[in-house]
DNA sequence: ATAATATTTAGATATTTGTCTAAATACCTA
DNA sequence: TAGGTATTTAGACAAATATCTAAATATTAT
């Protein structure tokens, strides 16, 4: 739960989730979307894969990043039996 | 969203918000079941405030803490919205 | 094999964060 | 009003974080 917590408290790394949302990327189409460098999109997309909310596939020399919703269901768990 | 996110982004605060949960509590008695200072509780409590997390009314010398579960829509709505 | 492209790793640095102790403030009671 | 209790504010400090540039690695194409 807190590596999830992590990695959704940075706007960066929630604006690559809704990127990713609408189709998968590779690295380099992610860092294109920020003023940010490589490096630091990779070092993002790192914390997002350790929390699970994404996963990154080889592709030739490209690395593809898909999103993984199914985690979030666990945060939804946690904010829904606290509401309750 | 990001002051949402940072406030949830530590444990201890949310298990502030769990116990507030259970039922409105002083800062002294959210200090006590915690093996932190009163004055890094009263930190925590006021990150918890500023994400409006809680809400805090003055009870004679005490400051009683209520959670406000409502703000919580808005993280659910975020999440919901990046599983569609 | 060489050169070009894509990505990650390493190392450095400034900022943010969580924690502490000491001091200040607010309220209550004798 | 003086003294005690509850809480917050201030200031310091170590650890974590986001960022950068330079270098390393992996793949493709000539």
Redesign the pocket.
Same mark, same amino acid.
């Not at 003023?35 to 630091?40: A, E, F, G, H």
């Not at 030739?60 to 690395?63: D, E, P, R």
């Given at each position: 739960m807190n590596l999830l917590f *992590?990695a959704l408290?940075?706007d960066?790394r929630r604006q690559i989730l809704e990127l990713l949302k609408e189709k998968d990327r590779?690295? =380099?189409e992610i860092?294109d979307a920020f003023? !940010?460098? *490589?490096?630091?999109i990779?070092?993002?997309?790192? !914390?997002l894969k350790r929390a699970d909310l994404v996963s990154?596939k *080889?592709k =030739?020399?490209?690395?593809e990043y898909s999103i993984n919703t199914s985690i979030l269901e666990d945060v939804l768990q946690w904010i829904i039996t606290l509401k309750k």
């Open positions: *992590k408290n940075d960066t590779t690295a =380099g860092a003023n !940010i460098s *490589k490096p630091s990779s070092h993002h997309l790192d !914390i990154s *080889k =030739g020399q490209f690395v």
